[in-house]
Structures are given as structure tokens and as C-alpha cells.
């Protein structure tokens, strides 16, 4: 199971959020910039939180922001923002969150897939703080396992 590209145009390193919903926005505009989602994804993912919660707030520090497939996902796609200062999203374990991932995908299957190598990068209990802390692009892909 590999996970999509994470070129440099979906990673945004220790940016400042005002909020939650800040942080998502700015992982969108990521997918988004890198060609994997029209704008509209964004409001999506948005949304999910809004109906169901913090859910998506998977690990301590650690948020995966996503929706269901649709119109608006152009290509499989993954972004990651750091954020300078943690912001919470409500999570009664979870907060306050440092790292959110964006996951963008065609299908139910890429979904299952995605979230399944996800998952195998951060049994490391390391990764989500190493995240936070990595310093450019290139440290954030090494630590995901993924290429440009």
C-alpha cells in the first residue's frame, strides 16, 4: 500500500491558524494548489467536521482532514500543514492538534488503502511529533515514506 505524492505545492511548514477550521482551510488550499482537488473540496471537509465532530483528530497532535469522493477530487492526493502553534479542534484525547494531513481520493477503495498505509506510518509513535517539528519538505516526505 503506498500513499499518493506529496509534492511541494501540498506541504505548508509551521503556518499559523487562527482555529480549527483555519487549519483545514489551509490544507485544502494545499490539495488544492497541488492539483488534486478543486476548491470546493475544501468546504467539504470542513463540513464533515461540522456534522460529525472531531473524529478526524486520529492520534495526539495528529488530524486527517477529508470527505467522501466526489466532482470535486481531481486525482488521488495528499497535503500536510504544520502549524506554529497547535490549535484544537475539540477532541476530548486528541488536542491540541500540530500536524493535520489532508486525503484526498477517487473512490472507496483508494480511501481503505490510503488510510491503511497511514495508519502503518504512524504506529511509529514517533512520526506525528517529528512531523511537527520537520523543517522543510523533504524531511516531511522522508518521514511519510512518499515521493515527490
Avoid at 500536510?80 to 475539540?90: I, N
Wanted: proline share 8%; charged share 15%.
Amino acid at each position: 500500500m503506498t500513499l499518493p505524492p506529496l509534492p511541494d505545492s501540498a506541504i505548508d511548514i509551521a503556518v499559523s491558524a487562527a482555529d480549527w477550521r483555519a487549519a483545514v482551510e489551509l490544507c485544502g488550499a494545499a490539495l488544492t494548489r497541488s492539483g488534486a482537488t478543486s476548491p470546493g473540496y475544501t468546504g467539504r471537509m470542513v463540513q464533515v467536521i461540522d456534522e460529525f465532530g472531531a473524529y478526524i483528530v486520529i492520534a495526539p497532535g495528529l488530524a486527517l482532514a477529508h470527505a467522501r469522493p466526489g466532482p470535486d477530487v481531481l486525482r488521488e492526493g495528499l497535503s500536510v500543514v504544520t502549524l506554529a502553534e497547535p490549535v484544537s479542534f475539540g477532541h476530548p484525547h486528541n488536542d491540541p492538534v500540530s500536524v493535520v494531513v489532508g486525503l484526498a481520493v477517487k473512490s472507496s477503495d483508494e480511501h481503505v488503502h490510503s488510510i491503511a498505509a497511514l495508519a502503518n506510518v504512524f504506529n511509529d509513535e514517533t512520526v506525528i511529533p517529528a512531523l511537527a517539528a520537520a523543517p522543510d519538505a523533504d524531511t516531511v516526505r522522508a518521514l511519510l515514506g512518499v515521493t515527490e
